[in-house]
């Protein structure tokens, strides 16, 4: 079966960082995604990842290991404006995007 | 223009009613999805339009009716629903061999 597994609610304080791990057993990888989804809105595209590797985007990171799969999102300099819900999800050999259940973060002042 | 809209933005309906929501893009994406979310869960796909052609259907009861006109807009037509239809129904397009994928704000559903 297709399963992906990230924590279900994380707390960091605002300043800190922050590492939101995902871990995935797919038929297939085509590429993992990041998605950052506030209450009651869409989720809104933050990085994607098919190399082994960190890709660095601004005060966010996302890391891939395809053999271990493992992937991290690594949130620098917490701001309240990031509590959210964040959401990796992996394309199988079907490129059909297979999504976590998002981990909720919660940043404290 | 990176946009997806949808609308309307809240829908209230009955179980007998009829109605559409709608979806368009003008990014020149050429597949466009239809997703239903439950509060705290991940998206569920519901349809996959590629090149206007209906090319994912997961197993959705048909009293949801997709319809994809052209290929900057996308429709869902909605018959006969039930309470636990009620979600947020979100709009996506991507464009062949880019992995971003675009979403509207979604549609707030709820069936009374």
């Known amino acids: 079966g297709q399963n992906i597994d990230q924590p279900t609610e994380m707390t960091a304080t605002e300043g800190a960082i922050v590492q939101i791990n995902c871990t995935y057993q797919t038929s297939g990888f085509n590429g993992l995604f990041w998605y950052q989804q506030h209450a009651g809105e869409a989720p809104t595209f933050l990085s994607y990842n098919v190399l082994d590797g960190l890709e660095e985007k601004g005060r966010f990171s996302s890391f891939l290991s395809r053999s271990k799969g493992y992937s991290y999102l690594l949130l620098k300099e917490l701001q309240m404006k990031d509590s959210a819900s964040y959401l990796c999800a992996v394309t199988d050999s079907n490129y059909q995007l297979i999504w976590g259940a998002g981990t909720k973060l919660i940043i404290k002042p | ?112």
Not at chain 2, 56 to 83: D, G, K, M, T, Y
Not at chain 2, 92 to 107: I, L, N, V
């Open chain 2, 1 to 112: 223009d990176t946009e997806v809209t949808q609308t309307p933005k809240h829908l209230v309906m009955g179980m007998t009613n009829k109605k559409s929501l709608k979806c368009e893009q003008h990014m020149g994406h050429r597949a466009m999805y239809w997703y239903k979310q439950k509060a705290k869960k991940p998206p569920e796909l519901m349809f996959v339009y590629s090149y206007e052609k209906l090319s994912i259907n997961e197993s959705v009861p048909s009293r949801f009716s997709p319809e994809c006109p052209n290929s900057s807009l996308l429709n869902l037509h909605l018959h006969a629903l039930q309470p636990e239809d009620s979600a947020l129904y979100l709009c996506a397009s991507s464009q062949g061999g880019s992995p971003s994928m675009y979403f509207g704000p979604g549609t707030r559903l709820t069936v009374t």
